[in-house]
């Protein structure tokens, strides 16, 4: 079985070949986008403490619509990404899943810019700290993104395994452990310990997996998966 991930092994029409490294661009643009966006409106939002309050209460309070557009544009170019990936991991290990997992991971956070969080962790100030149904569902589509980023990453690294690539895939494991370890720490501090450095800690995640997925998306477009197993 033939491992095709270069671009120009997947289409032999120019017209194709473009498409497909516009999509997988999104990998790379989406992701760094988020971090920046995060860490910049964590740092001028007044009243906002970065290092106790996660990135989804930015949507909240004065300026809450540009970090709902952060979202919605991430999620946006995360889906294209997806979309992307697909079309060069055409057989082999993950061939199905990988897309399929990195698609969920980008419609939780276009689904999560209009769904807004509850306040908490003192930010808005004064705003009563309640559950809400839309609340509710904000922590789950937030428990959905960070489950389908590790799963990919292990099912990644399975895959790379196969294909004897096993620096990625070493690669592809630590980031799901940190992601995953970096998610438990975040709930267990904004329940137990009224925050603590919660933010920080989630930040870390969110920095670790969208590194994760710009360095994937750029591995696709310059080709440095183009091998071939017979796996």
């Known amino acids: 079985m033939t491992d095709t991930l270069h671009p120009a092994k997947l289409q032999n029409r120019p017209g194709e070949q473009s498409v497909t490294t516009l999509l997988l661009a999104g990998g790379v643009v989406g992701p760094l986008l988020n971090i920046v966006v995060i860490l910049v409106l964590g740092a001028i939002r007044p009243d906002y403490n970065a290092w106790v309050v996660p990135d989804s209460n930015l949507e909240l309070g004065p300026g809450g619509w540009m970090q709902i ?8 170019l995360l889906l294209a990404f997806a979309l992307g990936t697909r079309r060069l991991l055409r057989t082999g290990r993950g061939s199905t899943w990988v897309p399929i997992l990195l698609g969920i991971y980008g419609l939780t956070f276009v689904a999560i810019g209009p769904i807004l969080p509850d306040p908490s962790l003192g930010y808005p100030p004064g705003a009563p700290e309640v559950l809400t149904v ?40 630590a980031t799901g452990v940190l992601v ?13 310990s009224d925050g603590g450095p919660a933010g920080l800690i989630e930040r870390l995640g969110i920095i670790a997996s969208g590194i994760w997925i710009a360095l994937l998306a750029i591995r696709l477009m310059i080709g440095n998966d183009d091998r071939s197993t017979g796996r």
């Open 69 to 76: 557009t952060n979202y919605i544009v991430t999620g946006a």
């Open 134 to 173: 839309h609340g509710a569902i904000h922590s789950l589509l937030g428990l959905v993104q960070f489950t389908s980023l590790v799963a990919a990453c292990f099912v990644l690294a399975r895959r790379d395994r196969a294909l004897e690539r096993r620096g990625w895939a070493w690669y592809s494991v």
């Open 180 to 192: 995953a370890i970096s998610y438990v720490v975040f709930v267990l501090l904004a329940k137990l």
